[in-house]
């Protein structure tokens, strides 16, 4: 099988070629549950030593390379079989889709000369599965496999990003070719996103530019585009250059650090003092954000006639949700540079402003002072908000905090603080999907190296999808921490059942309360229970110096469904009748 037929040929399987070529890509870990279809890839990934991880759920191996590719830029490798492995993936795929994270996923499918015969665990796969990737590439002949998978590389991680599949059949992943040594060639610049940078039109450069130069209170609103395009220097220099606060999505969090003097902080369904800053200023600078439900408080939260500029990789978002002054298409960082070098020396507009930006920290400081009843909560069960305060004292600079769906993320967004620019939060909000907290600690660890840390959060029903992945993190070494809000709840829907029909009216969204820490040292992880919101600091620093294993810290939180949600009474959430919120 793998005997050379010349100097520059060399028979190989199909299964062979893609792991060869994927080798040659410098693929990261790769997470999946080999089937009959793939074995060929699954023994040239051994033969190669590759770093190929069985996963217990396909669903959490996508979780799991979306949170890798997040933190590195690089497309992580999920696969599937055919039919129940291939339809697992969709739940995170979605999430990468809509993220505009980069990742290759490869599917088997049948055997070509008997698809469509009742052939075991067959399914209209490609069907399912087309509507939530990039694109779908289909292996018919065995000869293109180098070439595809190029492809896949250059479509994953250029524009914006996202999952590409190759789907491979049978017998191809098992079938033999006479390759030529040409053909195994890669692009080194599709290997990491950003690829393929673009920059927006000369002239609608120029008009920001004077938009943002006659300014007096402009803000910037960062999204999770910042983090693909690693534009936190030419964000942080316009910012100071030009004395601009930034205010940011979930996603966008770390776009500049949390500590720095001209943050607002989160924006949107909640905020801190962003909020107030958007209806006040007048010119609004949107950088990588799609200006989606959450971020806009259901479209609500712009006023009609306000100045926007709006920079996005994706055309076809500009203007999709908010009416856009200026439209410049390309990436953040090309185009945050543009605009600078048009606008010239800054000190005239920041002296300008100095007023305008002195007020932030002010604001700040009193938002932290409103937040301290939640902060420094002494109350058992435990406040989410206290234990977010121990988490902000004690987490290193260069930490990771992955937050799962639902309410962890709502938290976390709010009310983690990172110390330093970079992705340094990582909510799953592409689709925000509950049971991304331990696949996603996974990932995260893995991109991350040992020497960094990572906590997950997640709540008990999130937990439960994923507990089985603690035996995953054991046998790969990813020492993270994870954290469960235990409230015996979906605590999310609760909160959202309290908030629109009262007091005592829930309907399916008890749990029963669970052992955590017990559960986690039944698959031989450290597991730590608190009650005691005075003990929760000495829990987290347990946690983070255990590098050996996984350490769950099960946290017993809040019962009360109004305090479930990190805004005191639900004030911001808004929730009416009819609504169906996210």
Known sequence: MNQPVSNSTRRMTGGQALAEMLKLSNVGPMFGMGGFQLLPFYEACRALN????????????????????????????????????????????????????????VTGDANREHAWKNMTQEARQLEVLRPVVKEVIRVEVIKRLPEHVRRAFAVATSGRPGPVLIDVPEDVAHGEHDFDASDFWVD???????????????ADVTRAAALIAKAERPLILAGGGIHISEAYGA??????????????????????????????????????????????????????????????????????????????IEPTEIGRTTRTDVALAGDARLT??????????????????????AELPKRMTEWRAGAADRLESRETPINVGRLMGELNKIMPADGIVVADGGFAG????????????????????????IGYGVPGGIGAQLGAGPDRRVVSLTGDGGFNMSLGELETARRVGANFVVVVFNNAASGYVKALQHAVYGSGNYQSSDLIEMDYAAIAKGFGCRGIRVSDPEKLSVALREG?????????????????????????DNRTLKVQKGDRPV
């Open 50 to 105: 590759l770093k190929h991880y069985l996963i217990n759920d396909e669903r959490c191996g996508a979780f799991a390379a979306d949170a890798y590719a997040k933190v590195t830029n690089r497309p992580a490798v999920a696969d599937g079989t055919l039919g129940p492995g291939a339809t697992n993936l969709v739940t995170g795929l979605v999430e990468s889709l809509n993220a505009g994270i980069p990742m290759i996923v």
């Open 188 to 202: 080194q610049g599709t290997l990491r996103a950003q690829a393929r940078r673009t920059r927006p039109d000369a």
């Open 235 to 312: 964000l942080q220099a316009m910012a100071e250059g030009y004395n601009i606060p930034v205010a940011h999505t979930m996603s966008g969090k770390g776009s500049i650090s949390c500590a720095h003097p001209l943050s607002a902080g989160l924006f949107g369904r909640y905020d801190r003092i962003a909020n107030a800053l958007i209806a006040a200023s007048d010119c609004l600078i949107v950088v990588g954000c799609k200006l989606g439900e959450i971020a806009t408080k259901r479209f609500a939260l712009i006023p009609p006639g306000k100045p926007i500029i709006h920079v996005e």
């Open 336 to 357: 945050l540079q543009a605009i600078a070098a048009e606008l010239g020396d800054g000190k005239a507009a920041a002296r300008q402003r100095s007023a305008y930006v």
């Open 410 to 433: 709502h938290w976390g967004g709010l009310m983690f603080d990172t110390k330093q620019a970079g992705r340094h939060f990582l909510p799953d909000r592409g689709f925000a999907s």
């Open 544 to 568: 983070l110096d255990n590098t050996t294993t996984p350490t769950v810290i099960d946290a017993i939180v809040t019962r009360d469904p109004s305090k479930m949600l990190p805004a005191a």
